[in-house]
Each structure stands twice: as structure tokens, then as C-alpha cells.
């Protein structure tokens, strides 16, 4: 069975320090992948997805960036975290024409 | 541009009673259409989905959702709410085609089961 792994569950770092979030899924090969966020009174917001290694396509413009290292990884990033980057960041796959979720991880920037 | 409304920001029942959440999309043709519930903190757990067929689909934890076309609705139902149902309820679509399928949610709907 297939299973979503989030790495880490909660951060928080001071405004300007880089970010680095991680997705690991197992027991399937090659999903695609995305990256959504949930921001208090925003509803849940598609970042980014990927439809195989190194392949990545933004939704929307902002200063996070994505990237697919490996065949189940998919890595959330960015350089100088801004205020409005607290959120709750959720990475799902997909299966059988579905998305399944991970646990998130709670981001809050101070 | 598709969009998914739900209604009713927040709901309360009393345990047993019966549930209906609301939703409504706006979409070039039939999507995919998906319910999924949120606890507090939590990942989000598919209940049911939609795809073709039956109009009735059945999922987990005693969940049914009725698809009708004419109305773009695809509401959620439970015919007796336990309170381990307290969560937030989103529903979501998705393209029937295409090589990614980009979920567009609607803006929850929380619900209370009073004891």
C-alpha cells in the first residue's frame, strides 16, 4: 500500500531565513505530485505539481519554489521566508486518478 | 475559470441526527468530483469520489454524496452524525482529463455535533 511521509510536522522560523519542506512518498512509482497550502481565511491554494523528476509547474507566482529530486521526493523551498509564507503545507499524490494527502506540516514565520 | 462554492461556512447538528453539506461547482464539463474531511491539524482523508456511473456513491465512514448534473451539486450526506464526525468538510473537482489533475476546493464547511 502506498504511504505519505511530511517532513518536518511543525517550524517556525523568522522572516528572511530559507525553507526547506519535504514529501517522500512509497509503495508507488512515479505519482504526480503536488504541493498545496492552506492559509487561515485563503482555503486550500495548489502550489506546484509534478508529473515526474524535474518536472514542475507553478499555479501561482511567489517567492517558494519546488523541486522533484527523485522519483517519489518532492521538495518545497524557498530563499527569504515572507510573513504571508505561515500556512499549513500539504504534499499529496496521485492514484488512480485521485489525491491522497500527507499530515502537513504547520509553517509559521515570525 | 471552474469554482467550487459551499455554502454553509459553518453547521451544527446534535448527534444522530441526520447531515447534508452543500456543494456546488461551476465547470466546462463534468469534472471529477471529490469530498474531503480535515481534523484539526490533520491531513486531509478522501471520503468518497466521483468520476461516472451511478450518481449515488457510497464512501467511508457512513458517507453517501448524490452527483446531479442539472444542478452541478454534488452534496454529502449521513443519515445518523456520530460526534467523531466533528471536522471540517471540503469538496473539491477536478478536470476529467489531462496528464495532472489539479484539485479546485471549495472553502469548507465546518461541522459542530453537539451530545
Known amino acids: 500500500s502506498q504511504t505519505i511521509h511530511q517532513w518536518p510536522a511543525t517550524l517556525v522560523q523568522p522572516v528572511g531565513s530559507p525553507l526547506s519542506l519535504e514529501c517522500t512518498v512509497e509503495?508507488?512509482?512515479?505519482?504526480?505530485l503536488y504541493w498545496y497550502r492552506q492559509a487561515a481565511g485563503r482555503g486550500l491554494q495548489l502550489l506546484f505539481y509534478?508529473?515526474?523528476?524535474?518536472?514542475i509547474s507553478s499555479e501561482v507566482p511567489q517567492n517558494l519554489s519546488a523541486s522533484r529530486p527523485q522519483d517519489r521526493q518532492f521538495i518545497l523551498s524557498s530563499k527569504k521566508l515572507l510573513l504571508s509564507d505561515s500556512g499549513f503545507y500539504l504534499c499529496?499524490?496521485?492514484?488512480?486518478?485521485?489525491?491522497?494527502f500527507g499530515p502537513g506540516t504547520r509553517l509559521t514565520v515570525l | 475559470a471552474q469554482s467550487v462554492t459551499q455554502p454553509d461556512i459553518h453547521i451544527t447538528v446534535s448527534e444522530g441526527a441526520s447531515l447534508e453539506l452543500r456543494c456546488n461547482y461551476s465547470?466546462?464539463?463534468?469534472?471529477?468530483l471529490f469530498w474531503y474531511v480535515q481534523s484539526p491539524g490533520q491531513g486531509l482523508q478522501l471520503l468518497l469520489k466521483?468520476?461516472?456511473?451511478?450518481?449515488l456513491v457510497q464512501g467511508i465512514k457512513g458517507f453517501e454524496a448524490e452527483f446531479k448534473r442539472s444542478q452541478s451539486s454534488f452534496n454529502l450526506r449521513k443519515p445518523s452524525v456520530h460526534w467523531s464526525d466533528a471536522a471540517e468538510y471540503f469538496c473539491?473537482?477536478?478536470?476529467?482529463?489531462?496528464?495532472?489533475?489539479?484539485?479546485?476546493f471549495g472553502s469548507g464547511t465546518q461541522l459542530t455535533v453537539l451530545p
Open positions: 499529496a499524490y496521485e492514484g488512480a486518478d485521485t489525491q491522497y
Open positions: 509503495g508507488t512509482s512515479n505519482p504526480n
Open positions: 509534478s508529473v515526474g523528476i524535474g518536472q
Open positions: 465547470y466546462g464539463a463534468t469534472p471529477y
Open positions: 466521483y468520476f461516472s456511473g451511478d450518481t
Open positions: 473539491a473537482v477536478a478536470p476529467s482529463s489531462g496528464s495532472a489533475r489539479q484539485l479546485t
